[in-house]
């Protein structure tokens, strides 16, 4: 681990305590077990074509393709536990060094960690909701009727429902505003696990005057960042937790 780099990031979270705001994305779940999306060879779109089956067109125009992939993919992200990154930011901002978590992520490891005020701007897997009448529904609850059905209905009115994430070709939620508000009232974006090339999303790291990374690999932010941490999540921010000597409230 660099520890000279380590230092350096727990000095700026020091220095902006309580004004701090982070962005995750994939790379911080891996470690519990979830592919990221990108990596070549082992990225989920290196065995699928997302516009091709994760689409709202494919949703709509074939949905019996878009919930066999959807379960295939996504399944298994409902048993998954949150690792040590995501366990060090929960600690992060129940000690008051972080005031908000905004996620690319739709796994809810983050809440699953405890950690409190989570701005999922991609949606998540915890639910669905009817198309038609509006109900929700637990996710587990329409994957389990798969494959008896070909697609899971409402249990109310018959009609389909869908998941609450952002698919390719959704609009942005509503979490998306309210993560640029809160971006905007920081001093420093703490981004971890993101190689920030997801667009529009990618924006909100760049709406701070300072800027810290930690990521597995390179990004094309890291020149403009006052610090990078290359590493696995969980690694280094456990580390910046014990430079800070805090711990899990």
């Avoid at 909701?129 to 109310?156: I, N």
């Avoid at 390719?168 to 508000?181: I, K, N, V």
């Avoid at 890291?222 to 711990?247: N, P």
């Amino acid at each position: 681990m660099q520890q000279t780099e380590v230092r350096a990031l727990a000095q700026l979270l020091n220095r902006h305590r309580g004004r701090t705001a982070v962005f995750t994305g994939a790379g911080i779940s891996t470690e519990s077990g979830i592919p990221d999306f990108r990596s070549p060879g082992t990225g989920l779109w290196s065995h699928i074509d997302p516009m091709e089956y994760l689409s709202v067109d494919a949703l709509y125009a074939r949905p019996q393709t878009f919930w066999r992939y959807f379960d295939q993919v996504f399944g298994p992200t409902l048993d998954a536990e949150p690792n040590a990154g995501h366990i060090a930011l929960a600690t992060l901002e129940q000690s008051g060094y972080v005031h908000t978590i905004i996620t690319q992520n739709i796994d809810g490891l983050h809440q699953k960690a405890e950690a409190q005020n989570v701005l999922e701007v991609h949606g998540h897997l915890r639910t669905v909701h009817c198309r038609s009448c509006g109900r929700t529904y637990p996710m587990q609850q329409a994957l389990e009727q798969l494959p008896k059905e070909p697609v899971p209905r409402c249990e109310q009115c018959g009609k389909t429902v869908r998941p609450d994430v952002v698919l390719f070709g959704d609009m942005m939620p509503h979490a998306f505003s309210q993560a640029l508000q809160a971006v905007e009232r920081s001093q420093l974006v703490l981004v971890v696990g993101s190689s920030l090339t997801v667009s529009p999303a990618n924006t909100l790291a760049f709406q701070a005057p300072h800027l810290a990374i930690v990521n597995r690999d390179p990004t094309l932010a890291d020149r403009r960042a006052d610090v990078v941490l290359y590493g696995t999540a969980g690694e280094a921010l456990t580390a910046v937790v014990e430079e800070l000597a805090i711990g899990h409230q």
